[in-house]
């Protein structure tokens, strides 16, 4: 299990052994988002403008770095079927969607995201859902489906969303649209 304690002045990632009840601490510091790896044995954690690899034993400091321009971006998702993971870098048009391949060890640019954007994998790994969104205030965005393989990308809906997530069988979305009156939820 990994949690985060403090003030946003002074937070720390640690990671339990549930078993053991032991405690380590992982990380200081702030912006913090963390995804564990499918086989629990690897920890990322976006730090400041750092996206650092943890492995066990935990507690030793990270395995890797990398080092970027931005605390924007970074945020890790891995494949819930294998250790793929994506992240955001930033570029000078916003963003790029980025997938670390451990099987062939290669990081490859998936696809521009624009300014403003958030990403999930979908339940079996087949897709990546991707919202786009935009920093004025016209609040225009789009949600679309990625194949990670071929990097084909199918537009789901436009207009003013704010979220969307999968379901946990892969066969629904849920979408987050605010308009004039308030926010709606659609499936």
Same mark, same amino acid.
């Given at each position: !299990? *990994?949690?985060?304690?403090g003030t946003a002045e002074g937070l720390k990632v640690f990671v339990v052994n549930t078993i053991t009840k032991q405690t380590v601490e992982v990380v200081p510091g702030a912006p913090v988002y963390m995804d564990w790896s499918l086989d629990s044995k690897e920890l990322v954690v976006h730090n400041g403008n750092r996206l650092l690899t943890y492995?066990?034993?935990?507690?030793? =400091?990270?395995?890797? %770095?990398?080092?970027?321009?931005?605390? $924007?971006?970074?945020?890790?998702?891995? #494949?819930?079927?294998?250790?793929?993971?994506?992240?955001?870098?930033?570029? &000078?048009?916003? *963003? %790029?969607?980025?997938? &670390? /391949?451990?099987? /062939?060890?290669?990081?490859? @640019?998936?696809?521009? #995201?624009? %300014?403003? *954007?958030?990403?999930?994998?979908?339940?079996? =790994? &087949?897709?990546? !859902?991707?919202?786009?969104?935009?920093?004025?205030? &016209?609040?225009?965005?789009?949600?679309?489906?990625?194949?990670?393989?071929? $990097? =084909?990308?199918?537009?789901? %809906? @436009?207009?003013?969303?704010?979220?969307?997530?999968?379901?946990?069988?892969?066969?629904? $979305?849920?979408? *987050? $649209?605010?308009?004039?009156? /308030?926010? @709606?939820? !659609?499936?």
């Amino acid at each position: !299990m *990994a949690f985060i304690t403090g003030t946003a002045e002074g937070l720390k990632v640690f990671v339990v052994n549930t078993i053991t009840k032991q405690t380590v601490e992982v990380v200081p510091g702030a912006p913090v988002y963390m995804d564990w790896s499918l086989d629990s044995k690897e920890l990322v954690v976006h730090n400041g403008n750092r996206l650092l690899t943890y492995k066990q034993p935990f507690g030793v =400091g990270p395995s890797s %770095a990398l080092d970027g321009v931005s605390i $924007r971006y970074f945020a890790p998702d891995y #494949a819930p079927d294998d250790d793929r993971l994506l992240f955001l870098v930033d570029t &000078s048009d916003g *963003a %790029a969607l980025h997938m &670390s /391949n451990p099987a /062939n060890g290669i990081l490859e @640019r998936v696809l521009d #995201a624009g %300014a403003a *954007a958030w990403f999930k994998w979908s339940p079996d =790994g &087949s897709s990546i !859902m991707l919202l786009r969104g935009s920093l004025d205030a &016209s609040g225009e965005s789009s949600i679309s489906i990625i194949d990670p393989a071929t $990097r =084909g990308e199918e537009f789901v %809906a @436009r207009g003013d969303y704010l979220l969307s997530m999968w379901s946990p069988d892969g066969r629904k $979305r849920l979408l *987050a $649209r605010r308009n004039t009156d /308030n926010t @709606r939820l !659609m499936l």
